[in-house]
């Protein structure tokens, strides 16, 4: 089969001789001076009603206790708790109070800030499996007590299936918020019953 | 295939000024499980899900996220559409003509009392380079529309304190409403002027509310108890630009409803519409509307406002419901509010609140200031 050969649409430029840029990058004042712009700063502030679900739950925090919700019809317990049954579409039945104690389902070891500013001690977030509540219902928290603070020494301590237990703040000291629980922390020895 | 739609399902909680008992998502489940049940159907009779809002409302980014629980749609196709509601009704409109859906459910629900300093929140709608930086409060927006509008028309004031007079006795009808109440001109006259010529009962009180609607196929409307048919529906946007724009007219409503006129096939809108449920965000909005849909002529509105045409019992019921002024305005929730109820009214359910002859109803919706954009919509009982 005959072939022809493609020629080149333009031909190659010459690469341009070496010229090393000068300056310094923009630092954020100049960037400010040199280019048109406007800041303006929001004060954006709101107050969320918690409602019927929730409220009930942040009152148990203030007073050490963890809630949760029951659904008769697909028979699982969640926490934290809501009105009604999203897979049902249905009002949960029934209030439960749960152990403070749960199962790391997943975590991360975080070395940044929320926003992104170095840590040397690593925050680690980790969904909690809340004994008591149908498997896959986590509860949003952070892990403590852990010593140390490279990967290595964290990974050697927390690991997924983790049994944990809640520290929670002095009575006095609690304000009806997920922050009434401090952390979780690893349940290290269990008494044998 | 048929290509007509229909609404459904209506379901709401009533607006008011407070709702610190329950949270949006208790609200939202409150107002789906009305819409599923008026409809006859279940959450997993829906195929798709659509909700209307926005992150600054909210104090929630991609707060679309949060709609599935409430609305039964968790796993299941769910947009948002960051607009106007009747955008809402448009898209569902639309999953149902291109046979993605034979039932679809549209949601909006506001809080406002959670919202602690709506002023910057709306400063934040304005250009960030040019207006915002007068610092003035947004609603010199709207008392600048009004101020033209008066200009151009001639009408009096008094033409505006009458649309307050008549929504607010409007929902005194309507056991839903907050704000019925039996005020004269002067006294809407004589309140607070906030910007002027706008005067404080000359704005709709903000409210928290929700709404679910539930929009069929002319198929699996017909399985359904108590279909209402969108014959048409439109929505346009003008240019942002504040120093640029009709500040006389609602020319965004005129566009939408000759949009949705031509949909429906209607050619003289005076005469086939016999009622509607349009935007009175503020009170001379209503005026505006009215001009655009082109339900009477310019020179013609301000005479028949006067002269109680617009009142339930007149010859063009306009928000029989009490409107934003008589029921509260709840944001990205207005459109669908004023939809429900205009759905109510042709299917004879509206009380004492119903006007005679409810057969075919527009639906006009603004998007609030700043915005250029509104929604027209048409239902008819056939």
Not at chain 1, 57 to 63: A, E, H, I, P, Y
Request: charged share 25%; proline share 6%; hydrophobic share 40%.
């Amino acid at each position: 089969m005959a072939r022809t050969r493609a020629k080149p649409a333009i031909a190659r430029a010459q690469a341009p001789p070496y010229v090393p840029l000068r300056g310094h990058p923009l630092n954020e004042e100049e960037f400010r001076g040199q280019v048109g712009s406007t800041a303006w700063a929001p004060r954006l502030e709101y107050a969320w009603d918690a409602g019927v679900a929730i409220s009930r739950f942040l009152d148990g925090l203030r007073q050490g206790k963890i809630y949760g919700v029951r659904c008769r019809r697909c028979g699982r317990t969640v926490t934290p708790p809501r009105a009604f049954c999203e897979l049902d579409f249905k009002p949960m039945d029934e209030w439960v109070e749960l152990l403070d104690t749960g199962t790391i389902n997943t975590f991360s070891i975080c070395y940044v800030t929320w926003d992104m500013k170095p840590l040397r001690v690593p925050q680690i977030p980790a969904v909690i499996e809340i004994d008591g509540t149908s498997p896959r219902v986590g509860f949003l928290h952070l892990v403590g007590g852990v010593r140390g603070r490279t990967v290595t020494e964290i990974r050697r301590q927390v690991r997924a299936g983790l049994p944990v237990r809640a520290v929670w703040k002095p009575p006095a000291k609690r304000e009806g918020a997920i922050t009434d629980i401090l952390y979780f922390e690893p349940v290290r020895k269990r008494t044998k019953k | 295939m048929s290509d007509r739609v229909a609404v459904v399902g209506v379901g709401a909680v009533p607006p008011r000024p407070l709702s610190v008992d329950r949270s949006y998502r208790e609200l939202g489940f409150e107002s789906a499980t009305r819409a599923y049940g008026d409809a006859g159907v279940t959450h997993q009779d829906i195929e798709s899900f659509i909700s209307v809002c926005e992150d600054f409302h909210e104090g929630t980014s991609i707060t679309d996220e949060y709609t599935p629980d409430q609305l039964g749609a968790v796993l299941r196709p769910v947009h948002t559409i960051a607009g106007d509601g009747l955008q809402g009704v448009a898209a569902a409109v639309m999953l149902i003509r291109t046979g993605i859906a034979d039932l679809v459910a549209v949601e909006a629900h506001c809080k406002t009392s959670n919202i602690l300093t709506h002023e910057q929140v709306l400063a934040m709608a304005l250009d960030p380079t040019y207006e915002r930086a007068l610092r003035v409060t947004p609603h010199f927006v709207a008392g600048m529309e009004m101020r033209r509008y008066l200009h151009e028309t001639g009408s009096p004031e008094d033409a505006v304190a009458m649309v307050v007079v008549k929504n607010r006795r409007h929902a005194l009808g309507n056991p839903v409403a907050a704000y019925g109440g039996i005020l004269s001109p002067d006294d809407v006259l004589a309140s607070a002027t906030v910007c002027e010529p706008l005067r404080e009962l000359e704005i709709s009180p903000n409210s928290d509310g929700a709404v679910v609607l539930v929009l069929a196929s002319e198929e699996a409307a017909r399985r359904t108890p108590k279909p209402v048919w969108i014959r048409g529906v439109g929505w346009a946007s003008g240019s942002p630009w504040l120093a640029g724009r009709s500040w006389g007219q609602a020319s965004y409503a005129g566009v939408a409803a000759e949009m949705a006129y031509r949909m429906a096939g209607i050619t003289q809108p005076d005469r086939e519409i016999r009622f509607a449920e349009i935007d009175d965000t503020y009170a001379y909005k209503e005026l505006q509307h009215l001009e655009a849909a082109q339900l009477a002529p310019r020179a013609d509105v301000t005479r028949m406002v006067m002269e109680g045409d617009t009142r339930r019992d007149g010859r063009l019921p306009v928000n029989p419901s009490g409107g934003s002024l008589g029921m509260g305005y709840c944001f990205d929730a207005t459109a669908l509010y004023r939809t429900a109820e205009a759905v109510r009214q042709i299917r004879g359910e509206a009380g004492r609140a119903q006007v005679a002859q409810a057969t075919t109803g527009l639906v006009v919706s603004w998007r609030g200031i700043p915005t250029q954009s509104g929604g027209a919509l048409v239902l008819s009982a056939d």
